[in-house]
């Protein structure tokens, strides 16, 4: 016979794969992912304002500008120097003519900033601008 040794009187196979030791590794892998992908992600706190208002459909690529509640603006995750959201903005209109603006602005801020933000949006001839907020009541009672 193949594949077997003879030993006397009882034939043995030659080699078992003990997979218990992988499946303990896979878990304790599958463990250390779960906790530790969550942590991998970063961004900047802002507290968003709540609404009832439907989700807007994807579109390709948009801008998403951020307001913290410290009045710094960032573009895609990147600060940027005050007085210079105009002409950062009129280049990626150039380069993206049908651009989308989102804008997530911390609802703490006073409507007079977000106004001049978007009124520079609008400045850089971007036409397609939105406001981000999260689901939810919202807590003003119109």
Do not use: C
Request: glycine share 6%; hydrophobic share 45%; net charge neutral.
């Amino acid at each position: 016979m193949a594949g077997f040794i003879k030993d006397g009187s009882s034939s043995t196979a030659l080699s078992e794969i003990n997979v218990t030791p992988l499946v303990d590794v896979m878990l304790v892998l599958l463990i250390v992912f779960m906790i530790s992908a969550p942590m991998m992600s970063q961004g900047i706190q802002v507290d968003l304002p709540k609404t009832q208002a439907q989700t807007l459909n994807d579109s390709q690529d948009p801008v998403i500008l951020v307001v913290n509640k410290n009045r710094q603006i960032l573009i895609n995750d990147k600060a940027i120097e005050q007085g210079s959201l105009r002409s950062k903005l009129q280049a990626i209109a150039s380069a993206k003519p049908n651009v989308e603006v989102f804008i997530q602005a911390d609802q703490g801020l006073p409507y007079g900033v977000i106004a001049t933000v978007m009124a520079e949006v609008k400045k850089a001839k971007i036409q397609r601008v939105g406001l981000v907020t999260e689901p939810g009541d919202s807590k003003l009672k119109l």
